[in-house]
């Protein structure tokens, strides 16, 4: 008669996971209350003020819509681009700015 073994080889569940030490490194580090090396943050870093840009609605012709996302992504780029070369060309000093014409109603 074989006796079998009782021994479990899984994991006890009340165990906490092995801490490794890539949780070492992006964690926050403490000493009792104090802390000593904040965690690193997660994601994009942020952007200075003058390089952040906002997000508007902004109703597009279809014809601009379907020539841009023709040329593939980054067609959102590619406008905002388009606009800002507008605006430095406008700011010219000797530029001549056009007076906008007003749509009669």
């Known amino acids: 008669m074989s006796e079998k073994s ?7 569940r009340d165990d ?3 801490f ?3 949780m ?7 000493l009792g209350n104090k802390v ?9 870093p942020p952007k200075a ?10 109703r597009l012709s279809p014809e601009v819509l379907s020539y841009f996302r023709a040329q593939g992504d980054g ?6 681009r388009l606009l800002v070369g507008h605006v430095h060309d406008a700011t010219l000093p000797d530029a001549e700015t ?3 014409k007003r749509a009669s109603r």
């Not at 009782?6 to 006890?12: E, K, L, N, V, W």
């Not at 000593?36 to 994009?44: K, L, V, W």
């Open 24 to 30: 070492a490194e992006r964690g926050r580090h403490m």
């Open 6 to 12: 009782t021994i479990s080889t899984a994991p006890d």
């Open 36 to 44: 000593i090396r904040e965690a690193r943050p997660r994601g994009r």
């Open 49 to 58: 003020d003058g390089e952040r840009k906002e997000k508007v609605t902004l």
């Open 20 to 22: 490794t030490r890539e």
């Open 98 to 100: 056009p007076s906008p």
């Open 16 to 18: 906490p996971p092995r």
């Open 75 to 80: 067609w959102q780029t590619r406008i905002d």
